[in-house]
T-cell receptor
Framework: GAVVSQHPSWVICKSGTSVKIECRSL??????MFWYRQFPKQSLMLMAT?????????EQGVEKDKFLINHASLTLSTLTVTSAHPEDSSFYIC?????????????FGPGTRLTVL | DAKTTQPTSMDCAEGRAANLPCNHS???????VYWYRQIHSQGPQYIIH?????ETNEMASLIITEDRKSSTLILPHATLRDTAVYYC??????????WGLGTSLAVNP
C-alpha cells in the first residue's frame, strides 16, 4: 500500500511550451502533497506544498506564476511548468505523507524527467 | 540549509553490515530523525525514523545517541540492491523535509 504515481515519467518539450505533471496517491488520500526538483548530482529541493482545497505554499525563490500547482482532489495534485525554458530541465518528484498508522513516512513518486529543448 | 552532516561516500562489502553515520548536533527536542534512500533516477524511499529510542524494522536499524546529536543507520546484511544515496533528515511535525547531499553507499560484490 501507500503508492504514489507520477505521469508522465519523462517528457521532452520545446522552449516556451507548458508541461503538466500529475501526482496521484493510489491507495490513500493526501490532503497535502509536496513537489521537489532535483538537478543532476544535487539533492532534492522542495519547491512547494500542495494543499487540497486551498492555494499551494511556495518556497522562497520559487516563482508561483511559473510553477502552477493545483490540488484537484484528495488523490491528485498537478504541477504545470509554464513557458518552459532549458534551465527548467530537471527531475521533478512529488511526495505525500502517510496516513494513519504510517505517520512520519512520506511516499514518493517515481519522478518525472523534464527536458526542455 | 540542511541540519545534518553525513560522509559523502562509503563502501561496503556485500553481505556485511553497512553503518551510515549522521551528525545532527542542532536537533530540537520535537524533531525526528528520518532516513530515506534514493536509487539512481528514482524517487526516494522511506527507510526508518525515530525520536530518541533506537528503532528497527524490516529494512534497517536506527541507533540514536543519548544526547540525540548523532545517529547511525545500520543495514544488517547489505546487498547490491542497497547501493543508493542515503539521506539523514531531521524534521518536526510539519513534514517538510530539507534534504542535504546524503551519503552515496556503494555495495561491492
Amino acid at each position: 500500500g501507500a503508492v504514489v504515481s507520477q505521469h508522465p515519467s519523462w517528457v521532452i518539450c520545446k522552449s516556451g511550451t507548458s508541461v503538466k505533471i500529475e501526482c496521484r496517491s493510489l491507495d490513500f488520500q493526501a490532503t497535502t502533497m509536496f513537489w521537489y526538483r532535483q538537478f543532476p548530482k544535487q539533492s532534492l529541493m522542495l519547491m512547494a506544498t500542495s494543499n487540497e482545497g486551498s492555494k499551494a505554499t511556495y518556497e522562497q525563490g520559487v516563482e508561483k506564476d511559473k510553477f502552477l500547482i493545483n490540488h484537484a482532489s484528495l488523490t491528485l495534485s498537478t504541477l504545470t511548468v509554464t513557458s518552459a525554458h532549458p534551465e527548467d530541465s530537471s527531475f521533478y518528484i512529488c511526495s505525500a505523507p502517510g496516513g494513519s498508522g504510517r505517520r512520519g513516512e512520506q511516499f514518493f513518486g517515481p519522478g518525472t524527467r523534464l527536458t526542455v529543448l | 540549509d540542511a541540519k545534518t552532516t553525513q560522509p559523502t561516500s562509503m563502501d561496503c562489502a556485500e553481505g556485511r553490515a553497512a553503518n551510515l553515520p549522521c551528525n545532527h548536533s542542532t536537533i530540537s527536542g520535537n524533531e525526528y530523525v528520518y532516513w530515506y534512500r534514493q536509487i539512481h533516477s528514482q524517487g526516494p524511499q522511506y527507510i526508518i525514523h525515530g525520536l530518541k529510542n533506537n528503532e528497527t524494522n524490516e529494512m534497517a536499524s536506527l541507533i540514536i545517541t543519548e544526547d540525540r546529536k548523532s545517529s547511525t543507520l545500520i543495514l544488517p546484511h547489505a546487498t547490491l540492491r542497497d547501493t543508493a544515496v542515503y539521506y539523514c533528515i531531521v524534521s518536526g511535525n510539519n513534514r517538510k523535509l530539507i534534504w542535504g547531499l546524503g551519503t552515496s553507499l556503494a555495495v561491492n560484490p
